[in-house]
Nanobody, 122 residues
Framework: VQLQASGGGLVQAGGSLRLTCAASGRTISIYYMGWFRQAPGKEREFVAAISLSGATYYSDSVKGRFTISRDNAKNTVYLQMNSLRPEDTAVYYC?????????????????WGQGTLVTVSS
């Protein structure tokens, strides 16, 4: 499956963005889908994941502000980001994988998109 992330940009603190991950080549309905981010000089970290049944999981840093959703008919996953903070600045990556007992590690995902940059100004 090929993944294409989009929707990043420059936004002021407190603002919102919606990221989109469009998949092709295979249906996403058989995959766990996740979003990760990587800030400059830092390791890539888990942000959110959504299971095949629609159960959602979030890192503590984004819980209550971000919402992950999936539209299997459109083969697309979204990340709605509200109340953005400067510390949310990063390149955001979408990923797809089969469930392996966890959902918040890079190793849980076999397929990755190219990333989209989110910059939050103070």
């Amino acid at each position: 499956v090929q993944l294409q992330a989009s929707g990043g940009g420059l936004v002021q603190a407190g603002g919102s963005l919606r990221l989109t991950c469009a998949a092709s080549g295979r249906t996403i309905s058989i995959y766990y889908m996740g979003w990760f981010r990587q800030a400059p000089g830092k390791e890539r970290e888990f942000v959110a994941a959504i299971s095949l049944s629609g159960a959602t999981y979030y890192s503590d840093s984004v819980k209550g502000r971000f919402t992950i959703s999936r539209d299997n008919a459109k083969n697309t996953v979204y990340l709605q980001m509200n109340s953005l903070r400067p510390e949310d600045t990063a390149v955001y990556y979408c990923a797809a994988g089969g469930y392996s007992g966890s959902y918040n590690y890079l190793k849980d995902y076999a397929y990755w998109g190219q990333g989209t940059l989110v910059t939050v100004s103070s």
